[in-house]
């Protein structure tokens, strides 16, 4: 798969990369960061240390969860070989529907 990306695909990948990366530090060097507070939702949450850290909590369980669900369709693939959409296209949406093929 990385030689079927055209070279100019990379050097979109790259720039984009580069740009989140210059927006992250330009970001941490604002008067009233706080760490963690990319996009500047300390605004959106309780003024309190705890508010802040009960938002960040649920911040981190949504990104762990997000982990185990790309780690399942992942694991779904290698098993029955298809990917995630083609196995709802083929009919095959219940969990051990693929198997046997």
Do not use: C, H
């Amino acid at each position: 798969a990385l030689t079927e990306v055209p070279l100019i695909g990379w050097a979109q990948i790259f720039v984009a990369i580069n740009v989140i990366e210059y927006l992250q530090n330009k970001i941490k060097e604002l008067p009233g960061y706080r760490p963690g507070d990319y996009l500047g939702t300390w605004e959106w949450v309780e003024q309190s240390d705890e508010g802040w850290d009960s938002y960040q909590t649920k911040e981190l369980n949504n990104g762990r969860l997000a982990m185990v669900a790309i780690a399942g369709l992942i694991v779904q693939d290698l098993i029955t070989g298809q990917a995630a959409l083609e196995q709802i296209t083929a009919g095959n949406t219940g969990v051990f529907s693929g198997l046997g093929k």
